[in-house]
């Protein structure tokens, strides 16, 4: 169940009650592609940063160490030891972004796995399949992800297809919900709304999802290659379509300014590799901006990353140590960054949070950004 607690303009101050748990919203989902936050990061660690909800990936899952696996080890939250709601992306973006050969038909897409090349057939029924198999709490539907810059023709007939393809996503889902020995019977499906960067094509599909009566809703095919106006473009003019009492999730977004700006268009789920991916390279987050540890100046830096974070890595490392294991390549210093990203975005998002619940998101954000731009020390 989804309820709206309080309102500041678009923005939406929320929770999402899950059989595994309660997510207050805005959120951001931290990204353990393949049941694990790259950077030696535990399940332990996601719970003392403060993370209420864990993204992981349904190709890479179903390719390595395969769906069935996890189901017969009691699915993924008893496989990685998680307690906390899962949000298990559907495949399509990987099976369209990492597949070199691959062929769309209407049953579903056919194509040679990036790990050893064999072959696999992925539609709307397999992708519910394995996230059922996976039992995470909310399950995302199968869609062709179009490149955001593509031709108008071929996006309308991509669009289509993805309509068709959520209905047979649904039906899928209802039927393995009622078989006995699905592990998690009570598993939500958000539908993904895509239309490239061509507004009236966004609104009509957001209009026909909608319908549909969905447990939630994503727009997908951003952050892939347009600029951050014609994606906040975009966000507005299909926000608005899209049922306000149901989340509403931008996929793959973003770096913190970009997460400012869609919370006040009315998103309130987000996941990125950003925070742990640049953290993996030394690249940090701070109020002040971000910084580059591998830079000489950080050489004999007692500070901590940011003074007064509460972070595991602020709390008792200094930087010039932090950034002598970077450059040792040594494994604790890129968990160690890894967990002050997390950390940072987490943070973030809880002052979002009160910031809306005190009626002051304007005020919030412009100060936020101001910050953040000025570049960090």
């Given at each position: 169940m989804y309820r709206i607690l309080k309102k500041d303009g678009n923005a939406k101050r929320a929770e999402l009650t899950t059989v595994h748990g309660t997510v207050q919203t805005p959120v951001f989902m931290n990204v353990g592609t393949a049941a694990a936050i790259k950077g030696a990061v535990a399940t332990s660690d996601l719970e003392g940063i403060g993370t209420q909800i864990e993204l992981s990936n349904t190709y890479h899952l179903h390719v390595r160490p395969g769906d069935q696996i996890v189901k017969k080890l009691g699915g993924l939250h008893k496989f990685m030891s998680w307690d906390k709601p899962i949000l298990t992306d559907s495949g399509g973006f990987q099976v369209f972004s990492l597949a070199s050969l691959r062929k769309i038909k209407e049953e579903g897409v056919y194509f040679h796995s990036h790990v050893d090349g064999r072959k696999?057939?992925?539609?709307?029924?397999?992708?519910?399949?394995?996230?059922?198999?996976?039992?995470?709490?909310?399950?995302?539907?199968?869609?062709?992800?179009?490149?955001?810059?593509a031709e108008r023709d071929y996006v309308e007939r991509s669009v289509a297809r993805t309509t068709r393809w959520l209905g047979r996503c649904k039906a899928e889902m209802k039927r393995l919900n009622a078989l006995p020995d699905t592990i998690n019977r009570e598993q939500l499906l958000f539908g993904i709304n895509q239309g490239a960067i061509f507004a009236d094509i966004r609104i009509e599909h957001a209009k026909q999802i909608a319908e549909m009566d969905l447990d939630g809703y994503a727009i997908g095919g951003l952050a892939v290659g347009e600029s951050h106006e014609e994606m906040y473009h975009i966000i507005e003019e299909t926000v608005p379509y899209l049922p306000e009492d149901k989340p509403t999730y931008l996929m793959g977004v973003g770096t913190p300014a970009n997460i400012l700006e869609a919370v006040?268009?009315?998103?309130?789920?987000?996941?990125?590799?950003?925070?742990?991916?640049?953290g993996r390279h030394g690249h940090l987050y701070t109020n002040y901006g971000k910084i580059n540890l591998f830079n000489a100046k950080y050489e004999l830096d007692e500070r901590p990353i940011e003074e007064g974070c509460q972070c595991p890595a602020c709390r008792r490392?200094?930087?010039?140590?932090?950034?002598?294991?970077?450059?040792?390549?040594?494994?604790?210093?890129?968990?160690?960054?890894?967990?002050?990203?997390?950390?940072?975005?987490?943070?973030?998002?809880t002052e979002i949070r009160t910031a809306i619940?005190?009626?002051?998101?304007?005020?919030?954000?412009?100060?936020?950004?101001?910050?953040?731009?000025?570049?960090?020390?």
């Open positions: 696999i057939f992925m539609g709307p029924e397999e992708s519910m399949g394995i996230q059922s198999n996976l039992a995470s709490t909310i399950a995302m539907a199968f869609d062709e992800c179009a490149p955001a810059l006040d268009r009315g998103v309130d789920f987000f996941d990125c590799v950003y925070p742990s991916r640049n490392y200094s930087r010039a140590y932090i950034r002598h294991l970077l450059k040792a390549k040594e494994m604790l210093g890129m968990r160690l960054c890894v967990l002050h990203n997390l950390y940072f975005y987490n943070t973030m998002m619940e005190e009626g002051r998101y304007g005020a919030y954000k412009k100060e936020k950004l101001e910050r953040m731009s000025r570049g960090g020390t």
